[in-house]
């Protein structure tokens, strides 16, 4: 498995804009499509997006279209979210996930092989 530990997190006023980052470490990172997760107080965990190992395939939750932009550097073992135009909604614990794939452009990332630790987003109105 990988090992991945997030950063990037932090206060941010609503409309702003924040990059997450997520270093991976361990077995080989390129076999894995990468995701992120996010959790708010009292809500469960949910998708927000996932990219292929790859890199070409994208898929994003209906609520960050046009906000949120993943992508990753396979040469640096790290994935990106560049988040813009946030909202408080957006407040959350975001985790990095990973998940083994033999697709090539597979972004199922459903039931994560591994998780980060999670950084913490804040969005103030």
């Known amino acids: 498995q990988v090992q991945l530990v997030e950063s990037g997190g932090g206060l941010v006023q609503a409309g702003g804009s924040l990059r997450l980052s997520c270093a991976a470490s361990?077995?080989?990172?390129?076999?894995?499509?990468m995701g992120w997760f996010r959790q708010a107080p009292g809500k469960e965990r949910e998708f927000v997006t996932a990219?292929?190992?790859?890199?070409?395939?994208?898929s994003y939750a209906d609520s960050v279209k046009g906000r949120f932009t993943i992508s990753r550097d396979n040469a640096k073992n790290t994935v990106y979210l560049q988040m813009s135009s946030l909202k408080p909604d957006d407040t959350a614990i975001y985790y990095c996930?990973?998940?083994?794939?033999?697709?090539?452009?597979?972004?199922?990332?459903?039931?994560?092989?591994?998780w980060g630790q999670g950084t913490q987003v804040t969005v103030s109105s």
């Open positions: 996930a990973a998940k083994y794939r033999t697709l090539v452009h597979s972004t199922n990332v459903t039931l994560p092989d591994c």
């Open positions: 361990g077995r080989t990172f390129t076999r894995y499509a």
């Open positions: 990219i292929s190992w790859s890199g070409v395939a994208t």
